[in-house]
């Protein structure tokens, strides 16, 4: 069964260094997605991203966050200048379709996640 | 800002028997509801979905009812089995702008 994959599945870095989490959607998916929790929070959205562009952000994503499709299978999310409270579980996820597919086909399967620990 | 609650955050229940899992929702706009599975140290595994014009969806042990007038949704799994001690991500989605909201889980127990 096709999967969403996730690398690294830890990443232990230093306050105000650049990260990048890196995602494989399932191969047939157009719609891509980003989503944290923080140790003891709820999964909360970060990003949506279709047709190369971004479609929706949340207040959390701000300028210190960026998405990129850099070819046909990878989908990564860039945390520039990371700062402690960036600490938490990176989730990609990803759709076949989004809102208003003809299915209504919205069903987003996730990735295992990254453990991001800013020290 | 909780648009998705789940009020209980565990629930123990004999294996065997039905394990009923709530959720409620405030935002009369979702047009889709989802529940998802949680292990530890992985991702939310998607289990059952539910469209806003429907009442009742049904997949195998998994059946989700939703009651649009009372804003509430429930999971039922039987029978329960160990293999359903998790954590249940009640979830919603919005049409508008594509994103999931999460309630914050129940853990679910089963008991042998």
């Known amino acids: 069964e096709p999967e969403v994959t996730q690398t690294p599945s830890h990443q232990v870095t230093q306050m105000g260094q650049e990260v990048i989490l890196r995602c494989v959607p399932i191969?047939?998916?157009?719609?891509f997605y980003w989503y944290r929790q923080i140790l003891g929070q709820k999964v909360e959205f970060l990003v949506s991203?279709?047709?190369?562009?971004?479609?929706?952000k949340s207040e959390i994503f701000d300028d210190q966050f960026s998405v990129e499709r850099p070819d046909g299978s990878n989908f990564t999310l860039k945390i520039r200048s990371t700062k402690l409270e960036d600490s938490a579980m990176y989730f990609c996820?990803?759709?076949?379709?989004?809102?208003?597919?003809?299915?209504?086909?919205?069903?987003?399967?996730f990735g295992p996640g990254t453990r991001l620990l800013v020290l | 800002d909780q648009q998705v609650k789940q009020n209980s955050p565990s629930l123990s229940v004999q294996e065997g028997r039905i394990s009923i899992l709530n959720c409620d929702y405030t935002?009369?706009?979702?047009?889709?509801f989802l529940w998802y599975k949680k292990y530890p140290a992985e991702g939310p595994t998607f289990l059952i979905s539910?469209?806003?014009?429907?009442d009742k969806n049904e997949d195998g042990r998994f059946t989700v009812f939703l009651n649009k007038s009372a804003k509430h949704l429930s999971l039922h799994i039987v029978p329960s089995q160990p293999g359903d001690s998790a954590v249940y991500f009640c979830?919603?989605?919005?049409?508008?702008?594509?994103?999931?909201?999460f309630g914050k889980g129940t853990r679910l127990h089963i008991l042998p």
């Open positions: 935002n009369s706009m979702f047009d889709y």
């Open positions: 979830a919603a989605h919005t049409n508008r702008d594509d994103k999931i909201i």
């Open positions: 539910i469209s806003s014009i429907k």
């Open positions: 991203f279709y047709n190369n562009e971004i479609s929706e």
């Open positions: 191969s047939n998916h157009l719609y």
């Open positions: 996820a990803s759709s076949e379709s989004g809102g208003g597919g003809p299915l209504g086909g919205v069903t987003q399967y």
